[in-house]
């Protein structure tokens, strides 16, 4: 009868729609065509009513995962037989995805009640029924006989042996063996009955307030300081936190001033890192330079050092791989370079000789003279064999912007020059170009300067540079440490593993 399933504990499935649910049993109406739920739990979660209510039609399947009141008898012949009449409910043949598991399932089409057969649950067997026919008393007789009969229930690369295979047939299913005792795989994990699941939530910041943990803390901190080991911290206390490029390791204390001139330097500059690096008169800067040239750092070494320093420096203000790639030709920058007729415009011409080996349109500006030095007529002679353009009018400058202009017009000597027409010429187009500027070695007075740079990049060591300057930079020219201690100057490079360096005003 139907009352017979009432207390069962079964798990109904109801479709993507409705969801799954579980619970126990309450009644079965057979007139109705309804069974109901008690303390039921939908998706997993327990539901806020206390009981649930569902229609044949609504079940697309059904599994009985425990029946109350059965004994502990292992013969199949006691098997018992009650009809629950729930229309369109039949059960299928084979086992559910895990291998276990009671399954009901509805098919496609029915209209007649089918009857639902109750079973005695062998602690260590499952009972799987297949829908293909009714579940009638005569074929479930048949059955129950051919149980009793048979003696080989074992599963074989995932079908079921001769010896119990029907297409319509009642198997029972032997769970693994354990430490030499049969356990249910589905009872160790489902096997919690579901009245112990608790009513209520676990109050968790009730149980996380009885901790206290400034006094475990502090009882950690005075164990650890009387048993004299490492302490790990105290919630008041944050532990040293160190930089990618700095060093955890004691070592001997850093030396920032590790360059030091005769004389005192008027101003000083200090690098990313924070060495100080004092800058140094015209007179002390020449004298280093005459002493670097004695002992085989020639004037044409010291150029194509500058040069190429220089030429680096610029490549970035350009924007370095991201302009200059051969994918970004259509956007090939444009440099505007304004040289003097003397040491300080061969530097400047080195330099548009590397950058137009770099595929940088370079525009060249040098005013005519009858006589030329020879470090400018040789650096001429290099330059011309570049794609790069030589100038000597201010008219044959661009019209528009270009991308960078490099000063190199002004010198420390020849301060005639400020008045001839080309260098006013050249220095009123710059400003009107409005082009950033780099000056490489720009003179020490700042009223000697016509244009304002917004970069200067120094030789060797700094001069004393004024605002009008801009932003310094220093660059390595390759002078020896030991001629740097001749002219009185203690020296350690502030170089690292770059040619140029930014410096900052202290």
Same mark, same amino acid.
């Given at each position: 009868m139907a009352t017979d399933w009432l207390g069962s504990i079964v798990s109904i499935n109801c479709g993507e729609s409705l969801g799954v649910y579980q619970g126990r049993v309450s009644a079965v109406d057979q007139v109705s065509q309804t069974i109901s739920l008690t303390r039921p739990f939908h998706n997993g979660v327990k539901c806020l009513v206390p009981e649930v209510t569902f229609r044949a039609g609504d079940i697309t399947e059904l599994k009985i995962l425990e029946i109350p009141g059965l004994g502990d008898n292992r013969q199949c012949g006691d098997l018992q037989q009650t009809e629950m009449s729930i229309p369109g409910v039949g059960c299928q043949v084979g086992p559910s995805q895990n291998g276990t598991g009671k399954v009901l399932k509805k098919p496609i089409s029915s209209s007649a009640p089918q009857n639902i057969p109750r079973r005695m649950d062998m602690k260590n067997q499952d009972i799987i029924i297949s829908p293909q026919q009714p579940c009638s008393k005569s074929y479930m007789d048949r059955h129950v006989e051919t149980l009793t009969q048979s003696k080989g229930f074992r599963r074989r690369h995932n079908s079921w042996s001769s010896s119990s295979r029907h297409p319509n047939q009642v198997t029972p299913k032997?769970?693994?063996?354990?430490?030499?005792?049969?356990?249910?795989?589905?009872?160790?994990?489902?096997?919690?009955?579901?009245?112990?699941?608790?009513?209520?939530?676990?109050?968790?910041?009730?149980?996380?307030?009885?901790?206290?943990?400034?006094?475990?803390?502090?009882?950690?901190?005075?164990?650890? =300081?009387?048993?004299?080991?490492?302490?790990?911290?105290?919630?008041?206390?944050?532990?040293? =936190?160190?930089?990618?490029?700095?060093?955890? &390791?004691? !070592?001997?204390?850093?030396?920032?001033?590790?360059?030091?001139?005769?004389?005192?330097?008027?101003?000083?500059?200090?690098?990313? !890192?924070?060495?100080?690096?004092? !800058?140094?008169?015209?007179?002390?800067?020449?004298? &280093?330079?005459?002493?670097?040239?004695?002992?085989?750092?020639?004037?044409?070494?010291?150029?194509?050092?500058?040069?190429?320093?220089? !030429?680096?420096?610029?490549?970035?203000?350009?924007?370095?791989?991201? =302009?200059?790639?051969?994918?970004?030709?259509?956007?090939?920058?444009?440099?505007?370079?304004?040289?003097?007729?003397?040491?300080?415009?061969?530097?400047?011409?080195?330099?548009? =000789?590397?950058?137009?080996?770099?595929?940088?349109?370079?525009?060249?500006?040098?005013?005519?003279?009858?006589?030329?030095?020879?470090?400018?007529?040789?650096?001429?002679?290099?330059?011309?064999?570049t794609q790069g353009q030589q100038v000597s009018s201010v008219k044959d400058l661009p019209d528009t912007p270009v991308d960078l202009v490099i000063n190199c017009l002004d010198c420390h000597e020849n301060a005639f020059l400020r008045d001839q027409p080309w260098y006013k010429a050249v220095v009123d187009w710059a400003n009107q170009n409005r082009a950033p500027v780099l000056s490489i070695d720009p003179p020490i007075n700042e009223m000697e300067q016509g244009i304002d740079a917004k970069w200067s990049l120094a030789l060797g060591l700094p001069l004393p540079l004024g605002e009008r300057a801009g932003r310094v930079y220093l660059c390595d020219i390759g002078i020896p440490q030991k001629v740097f201690q001749e002219v009185g100057i203690n020296y350690h490079s502030p170089f690292g593993c770059k040619f140029v360096i930014p410096l900052h005003s202290t």
């Open positions: 032997k769970s693994g063996l354990k430490n030499g005792q049969m356990k249910s795989k589905d009872d160790e994990c489902f096997g919690d009955d579901i009245d112990e699941i608790p009513d209520t939530d676990f109050d968790f910041e009730g149980n996380l307030a009885l901790f206290d943990k400034a006094a475990v803390f502090e009882e950690i901190e005075t164990y650890e =300081r009387r048993s004299g080991t490492r302490s790990r911290g105290t919630p008041n206390e944050k532990p040293a =936190r160190y930089r990618h490029d700095e060093n955890i &390791l004691e !070592s001997e204390p850093i030396v920032y001033r590790r360059i030091v001139v005769p004389q005192n330097a008027n101003k000083e500059f200090c690098t990313d !890192s924070g060495l100080v690096v004092p !800058s140094v008169s015209y007179e002390l800067h020449k004298k &280093l330079l005459s002493v670097a040239e004695k002992h085989g750092l020639t004037l044409e070494r010291r150029l194509e050092m500058t040069g190429v320093c220089a !030429s680096q420096m610029a490549l970035s203000l350009l924007g370095g791989p991201n =302009r200059l790639n051969p994918k970004n030709v259509h956007q090939r920058p444009t440099v505007a370079l304004l040289c003097g007729p003397h040491v300080k415009g061969a530097q400047g011409i080195s330099c548009g =000789r590397h950058l137009s080996n770099h595929d940088v349109h370079v525009i060249l500006f040098l005013p005519n003279f009858v006589k030329m030095l020879e470090s400018i007529t040789n650096e001429l002679n290099l330059f011309s064999k």
